[in-house]
């Protein structure tokens, strides 16, 4: 069975500073990988997906996720944190064999970022 | 653009009423999803329409829930009748049609937040 587990519930970082969120996955096959995020009374909003090749994945407002398939990890990243990427960030897996439309998504992360 | 858009945007019954809720996914896009994130849990998948074919149902709780979509447009995620536990954030999602993967991401819509009392 797919599984996304986000092992923290939150993260605290001062603005100017890295931030990482971590996800791991477990799935049968081979996955796609992608972050969401849910800004206060907003829907869920794509960040970046992992579909194949560079590791190296970039996405919108200067986040970045790298694939780790040896850890079966995605962890999100960005070098220097604003106050406005407070938010809830959701991890999600899709297997591209079975039932490949699915998502899974892990428990979320709130992410706050003090001035 | 429109984005996709879901009705109401918030919903408080009392047990046992029944409650719908509407989503209206972006123009074109075959694929519509309901998702619910029930409090401080995991988003969790409840069914996927191709066009208004259930392609997958797998996630649906039980048969109080009720999802149809007419015409292949506009879809309805019906409760009746509801219970406390159906409490929680439900969300929509569009995709097109992909080629031959599944890797186009989804859309979602800004959730509707149902509360039973």
């Known amino acids: 069975a797919q599984s996304v587990a986000q092992p923290e519930d939150q993260v605290n970082v001062a603005e100017g500073n890295p931030l990482t969120v971590k996800c791991t996955y477990s799935?049968?096959?081979?996955?796609?990988l992608f972050w969401y995020v849910q800004y206060p009374n907003r829907g869920l909003q794509f960040l970046l997906k992992?579909?194949?090749?560079?590791?190296l994945v970039k996405g919108s407002y200067g986040f970045e996720a790298e694939f780790n398939k040896s850890q079966t990890s995605f962890h999100l990243k960005k070098p220097s944190a604003l106050v406005s990427d407070s938010a809830l960030y959701f991890c999600?897996?899709?297997?591209?064999?079975?039932?490949?439309?699915?998502?899974?998504f892990g428990t979320g992360t709130r992410l706050l970022v003090s001035p | 653009e429109a984005g996709v858009t879901q009705f109401p945007s918030h919903s408080v019954i009392e047990k046992g009423q029944t409650v719908t809720l509407r989503c209206d996914p972006i123009s074109g896009h075959d694929n519509l999803y309901w998702y619910r994130r029930v409090m401080g849990k995991e988003i969790k998948f409840l069914l996927h329409f191709v066009k208004e074919s259930k392609q997958d149902e797998s996630g649906m709780p039980n048969n109080r829930f009720l999802a149809e979509r007419t015409g292949g447009t506009y879809s309805t995620l019906k409760v009746q009748p509801a219970e406390l536990e159906d409490s929680g954030v439900y969300f929509c999602?569009?995709?097109?049609?992909?080629?031959?993967?599944?890797?186009?991401?989804?859309?979602f819509g800004q959730g509707t937040r149902l509360t039973v009392v």
């Open positions: 992992y579909i194949t090749g560079d590791n």
């Open positions: 999600a897996v899709r297997d591209r064999e079975v039932g490949f439309q699915k998502l899974v």
């Open positions: 999602a569009s995709s097109q049609v992909s080629s031959s993967t599944g890797n186009t991401e989804a859309f």
């Open positions: 799935v049968s096959g081979n996955p796609y």
